[in-house]
């Protein structure tokens, strides 16, 4: 039995990382979890699975738990030193990081430093610090195994290919709801459009982000640290029918594609059996039907997110941990009616643009530079959107 510790066990890929745990019986042990606020959905995964720890995001969130839940036998603790006490579990051999944001980031950098392999879900932490935190792996040999389905795609094309057969990764994005949309009508995008995603469903932080394309620019970030090749080398091709999750293509031509059903479970599954497979309790494509499959590049004016991760990539240094702070503020923003879709990318210009360029040479330098940047985007928004809008 592999001890899994999940951190946001709660949310969207957390509850579905725990109905993987439930499709294979005698594999798993879950022996930490560790949520925020939604205390009800907890209760019943406590109930279920008896983890050894339980960890919540604050001290009210523990009393309602504990009026919920019988928690005798299981150490129950709260806020940022409870979530590291979840991802350093003595028990677990694996940690599922797939909390939201950079509440993830001490965390999941504590597991790779105490050695624990990591299914990856929460992509704002490779961007924050990814080259601390594979340098953290590769000092302990932790493994860093991508949920993301598209990583997830790439991780398995690469697999036996040598570093030097490798042209360029194609990263494939549905394009979001307003892949069609004119910019003139961008303006009046409310959060119910926004939220509405063509293909998957989603947490409302990555939905947003899917729409804004800041997903597509944040998975660049993740897979030139997972992957090891510069930004000059990872393309992307929005591809609205999100069969083909992403591709390769190698120095002869050749392109190698993943294509699966839009199901979070699949790659889930692929990084909790690595380097196993197992047959999955998910039906499979279906090719009796006529398939039609588009790749277009994407439109980086009517996206500025995307360009903008490009630039915090190649600028180095804390610039990729500003733009996701900024981008975590405007979409909170956003989400909340204080500000217009459109403020999300002109937010995050603004703060890239005005935050000094700083080595990220330890957390403590991510995590002041992720302090300085969440200031400089709530002047920003409160400055161009006072009201509420929405
Ligand atoms: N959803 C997908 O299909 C998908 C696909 C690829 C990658 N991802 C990535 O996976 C991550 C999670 O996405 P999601 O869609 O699952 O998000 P979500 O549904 O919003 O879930 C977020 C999780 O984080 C927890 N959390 C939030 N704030 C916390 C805090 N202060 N302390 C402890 N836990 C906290 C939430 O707990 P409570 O709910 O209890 O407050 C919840 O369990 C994101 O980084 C996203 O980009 C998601």
Redesign the pocket.
Known sequence: MKGLAI????????TNVLRVVDAFPGRFEVTAL??????E??AAQVAGHRPKLV???DEAALERLSALVDLRGVRAVSGPSG?VEVATHEPARMVVA????A??LVPTYRALEAGKDVAL????TLVMAGELMLARARETGARLLP???EHCALHQCLEGQRPEAVRRLLLTASGGPFRSRPRESFLGITREEALAHPT???????TI?SATLM?KG?EVIEARWLFDLPAARIDVLIHPQSVVHSMVELVDGTVLAQLGVTD?RMPIQYALSYPEKWQAPIPGMDFTKPLALEFAPPDRERFPCLGLAYRALEAGGTAPAALNAANEEAVAAFLDGRAPFLAIPETIQEVLETEPRAPAATLEDVLEADRRARERARQVLTRRSPARVH
């Open positions: 951190l946001g066990s709660t949310g969207s890929i957390g560790a949520a925020g606020g939604n205390v959905v907890l960890s919540v995001k979530m797939s909390a939201v944001g509440v993830g879900a929460n992509k704002e949920i993301d389905s998957w469903r989603m947490g409302p932080k990555i982000d997903n944040l979070m």
